[in-house]
């Protein structure tokens, strides 16, 4: 499931009216590095169209995923305060939209019910992405009516942050 999916099923209406009021969205040329491995994040990024190239130092510089649409970026360095441990780059002509990582802090910062709801979002994704890795040793079964919940909750929000970006 896609990263945004689970940040938007727990932020309400406000929540997502301020992170349009704050970030910007950006054409991305191909082969633009959003995130370079090893280097400081400013940025936590939304793909809103395109595809992005992840790739790692660690295994010679060799592409090890690919991200479309709803994806974000620069969230683990963001979290943990880490430099990441991989290279990002548009595969193509992209659009994203970005959001200012001291703006993000200080809102978490005021914000307890803001960052209760992102905080909570991000444990789920990870609880996810932990999951899904453990199903792919063994078999991973149908999806939950959880999960399931959480998706059109989320889908509902990822139309409604579309439509004021286009606002905006």
């Given at each position: ?42 940025t ?84 996810n ?5 453990v ?34």
């Open positions: 499931m896609k990263k945004v999916l689970f940040i938007l099923s727990e932020l309400i209406d406000t929540d997502i009216d301020w992170i349009v009021s704050i970030g910007t969205r950006q054409a991305i040329l191909p082969n633009t590095v959003l995130i370079q491995e090893g280097q400081p994040v400013n936590l990024y939304i793909l809103l169209e395109g595809e992005l190239s992840v790739s790692t130092g660690a295994l010679g510089g060799r592409e090890i995923a690919r991200l479309g649409q709803g994806e974000i970026v620069g969230e683990m360095s963001f979290v943990d305060s880490r430099p990441p441990s991989a290279t990002v780059k548009a595969a193509q002509a992209s659009q994203v939209f970005a959001i200012p990582q001291t703006d993000l802090a200080e809102k978490l910062d005021r914000d307890v019910g803001f960052a209760s709801r992102f905080y909570r979002a991000m444990a789920m994704f990870l609880s992405r932990l999951r899904s890795t199903g792919q040793l063994g078999d991973a079964g149908e999806p939950s009516s959880e999960a399931n919940d959480v998706n059109q909750t989320a889908q509902t929000r990822l139309a409604l942050l579309l439509k004021r970006l286009k606002e905006k």
